[in-house]
């Protein structure tokens, strides 16, 4: 059974750069042919896609968060991982990683619990 | 980027009533329209994709509909675990978004 669990630091400071992990168990992620991606969820802006990766390290992201976004992938570990810079309290939320079924676009069909990420001074 | 609207933002129903969500996109998606069900505290679950195709193991008083600009999804004789608020998602083109959902609540 595919599981994904997100850990991430729950409480950060304006402007800093959090690093949120998702491991993977239950599935290599350099075995198959799936993106793998982050969403993000918050009262004001609903579901949000991230951005995704391919076990290649090839990736693309929401234009919207492109400048401030890097995923990254670690096949030995079996998990992938975002970076966001430059965070201010509009990026607080719950932090999803997901199963990404397709390429470029498609739906999700493994999620992991979520871990909250909050911005505050 | 397309936008995803739904209504209506909250249905009140009785288990055993029959209630229909709606999602309409900005432009044409083909059939490219995807629907979650989110319970509180969890993360979302696939429901149905393409439009209309079941996720393994959804029951199937669950059905989807559409195409082009206009969906809906559909649940018969509504069970207690239904309710919960419910998510579409447009995956046709990048980036893909998602509708701001529709919370069902027990009458």
């Known amino acids: 059974q595919l599981q994904l669990q997100e850990s991430g630091p729950g409480l950060v400071k304006p402007s800093d750069t959090p690093s949120l992990t998702c491991t993977v168990s239950g599935a290599s992620i350099s075995g198959s042919s799936y993106y793998w991606a982050w969403i993000r969820q918050s009262p004001g802006k609903g579901l949000e896609w991230i951005g995704s990766?391919?076990?290649?390290?090839?990736?693309y992201y929401n234009p919207s968060l492109k400048s401030r976004v890097t995923i990254s992938v670690d096949t030995s570990r079996n998990e992938f991982s975002l970076k966001l810079r430059s965070v201010t309290a509009a990026d607080t939320a719950v932090y999803y990683c997901?199963?990404?079924?397709?390429?470029?676009?498609?739906?999700?069909?493994?999620w992991g619990q979520g871990t909250l990420v909050t911005v505050s001074s | 980027d397309i936008q995803v609207t739904q209504s209506p933002s909250s249905l009140s129903a009785s288990v055993g009533d029959t209630v229909t969500i709606s999602c309409r996109t900005s432009?044409?998606?083909?059939?490219?329209l995807n629907w979650y069900q989110q319970k509180p505290g969890k993360a979302p679950e696939l429901l149905v994709f393409?439009?209309?195709s079941l996720q393994s193991g959804v029951p199937s008083r669950f059905s989807g509909s559409g195409s082009g600009t206009d969906f809906s999804l559909t649940i018969s004789s509504l069970q207690p675990e239904d309710f919960a608020t419910y998510y579409c998602?447009?995956?046709?083109?990048?980036?893909?978004?998602f509708g701001q959902g529709t919370r069902l609540e027990i009458k």
């Open positions: 998602q447009q995956s046709y083109s990048a980036p893909t978004t």
């Open positions: 432009q044409t998606i083909n059939n490219y």
């Open positions: 990766v391919f076990f290649s390290g090839s990736t």
């Open positions: 997901a199963r990404q079924l397709g390429t470029v676009v498609a739906n999700f069909d493994y």
């Open positions: 393409p439009a209309s």
